[in-house]
């Protein structure tokens, strides 16, 4: 490794650095206050570091560096999602101040396991080769595993321990897949298996090769309990409900959203040559992602677990674009990624601003369960305000975020014929709008307002939510800047 590889992982090291700061600082300091400030105002180093990064693949003749024996490229595509994912940590973060008083004790675990789990996702953006994504992988999905147990209490223990244990079959399952892909291609870099796939395509059997197909599916079946699609989501409810209020939104949406990164690199790069035979496998996931999600979500009574199902739906969603991304990719269409990465961004923001409202309001009530949100709305407005601005857009009604990110994703299946999936997911997103706006109803018109002061919100927990909530209104009134970068991010997929 030389200067140059570590000017290329730079974000991921200062994020790690950062992680031990936080630790280390934690052992000396009385006002644990101050872990949150280094925790929060330490990003700018790794944000400044992906900023310089960009503007040197802006000039690099092919628009992307590799580094690490080509096991890492930095492209526009990578890039992107470090400053998602480096957004969507120092937000959670900053919802985090009021909640953390929970376990005062450990906030320089809280705040340095999350800031490990965040240098995974951003690794996992930037890595081509297949044993790089599998630590990648592990880096992101440990620590999330403590996280989620923080609380340590019943519930929180069934929550880690559910998701170490599932995530651990997955990664099995995702490994025995790649060995197959690995046995085929006779390499695990991810441009010289799309050089195998393609000379295999030519065979009379699905995929080219039997053992392809079996890896594929593997492959697929791993990433689907990091992305939450069904049948791969038996873990949601239970992981949501018991972790940490501010780690089920992160959990919701940056692990989500590095998820899609390496499928969308993944599947485009390695398997585009057998992209229309994998279509209609990503279709059908995202049939019955949207549909199970949306169906049981109705049955639910505490709102985290409604959220986790709804996450399970808005996976579906996401599916279509990866869908027409496959569709369109021989066209050289754009539509595909770029609307996944649109609605990645979107439904970051809008789920963000659903779960910093409800950290807020269980702050007030004590409790999760919808029927305690009771008057809430009218109790604390701006609180409630907040709260129907995220789920109008998470029902996909205009002028908001979600409305757009659908619309993108919607037009992206149309263009690809795909049509009748389009219509599958709009017929799915007036399906949950019965329970989003059901919580709408509770807060609004159940129950008497009630009289008895509100415990308040720092400063710090309003700003996340303000920026959460301005974000669901800029990008649906005006989407364009982001689809441009989003358009400009996904070219390296289309064009390598």
Do not use: C
Not at 46 to 51: E, G, N, T, V, Y
Not at 292 to 304: D, H, P, R, S
Not at 345 to 350: L, M, N, P
Not at 356 to 376: Q, V
């Amino acid at each position: 490794m030389n200067q140059r590889d570590l000017f290329l992982l730079s974000p991921e090291i200062s994020l790690v650095v950062l992680a031990f700061v936080v630790i280390l600082l934690d052992l000396v300091v009385q006002r644990k206050g101050v872990l949150a400030s280094l925790a929060i105002l330490g990003l700018v180093v790794p944000l400044a570091l992906s900023a310089a990064l960009w503007a040197e693949v802006q000039g690099a003749p092919a628009g992307r560096e590799a580094g690490i024996f080509g096991t890492l490229v930095v492209d526009k595509f990578s890039l992107f999602f470090k400053f998602l994912v480096l957004a969507i940590t120092a937000l959670v973060m900053m919802s985090s101040v009021d909640y953390v008083a929970r376990f005062r004790r450990f906030q320089g675990e809280y705040y340095g396991l999350m800031l490990l789990s965040a240098s995974g996702m951003m690794l996992l953006a930037s890595t081509t080769e297949l044993i790089s994504i599998y630590v990648a992988l592990e880096l992101t999905t440990l620590p999330l595993a403590a996280l989620a147990a923080f609380l340590r209490d019943e519930r929180a223990g069934e929550a880690g321990i559910k998701f170490l244990l599932l995530g651990a079959v997955s990664s099995a399952i995702l490994l025995y897949g790649m060995a197959f892909v690995y046995g085929l291609a006779g390499s695990t870099y991810l441009s010289e298996i799309a050089v195998a796939v393609q000379a295999a395509a030519a065979a009379g059997v699905p995929f080219g090769s039997y053992a392809l197909f079996l890896g594929i599916v593997l492959i697929v079946a791993g990433f689907g309990f990091k992305i939450a699609s069904v049948p791969f989501q038996m873990w949601v409810p239970d992981v949501y409900e018991g972790a940490p209020t501010p780690i089920t939104a992160y959990l919701s949406v940056a692990s989500k959203a590095a998820g899609f990164a390496v499928l969308l690199r993944v599947f485009y790069v390695a398997f585009g040559s057998v992209g229309l035979e994998w279509s209609a496998l990503f279709a059908s996931l995202a049939v019955a992602s949207m549909t199970v999600g949306n169906l049981v979500a109705m049955a639910q009574q505490n709102i985290k677990r409604l959220l986790a199902y709804s996450t399970v739906a808005h996976a579906g969603y996401l599916l279509v674009g990866l869908a027409a991304v496959v569709q369109s990719a021989p066209q050289g269409e754009t539509w595909g990624p770029r609307g996944v990465l649109f609605y990645l961004a979107a439904y970051g923001v809008t789920n963000l601003a659903a779960f910093f409202a409800i950290i807020a309001l269980s702050h007030r009530t004590g409790s999760d369960l919808i029927d305690d949100l009771s008057g809430m709305g009218r109790r604390v407005p701006w609180l409630g305000l907040v709260m129907l601005l995220a789920l109008i857009s998470l029902i996909g009604i205009p002028p908001t975020a979600g409305f757009m990110a659908k619309l993108y994703l919607f037009t992206a299946a149309v263009r690809s014929d795909l049509t009748w999936l389009a219509l599958v997911g709009v017929l799915n997103s007036v399906l949950s709008a019965y329970y989003y706006l059901r919580i709408v109803r509770v807060m609004y018109f159940a129950g008497p307002e009630a009289s008895e002061p509100a415990p308040p919100t720092s400063a710090v927990a309003r700003v996340a939510l303000a920026l959460t909530a301005g974000g669901i209104v800029v990008l649906g009134v005006m989407p364009s800047p982001l689809f441009d970068l989003a358009e400009s991010a996904a070219a390296p997929l289309l064009f390598p």
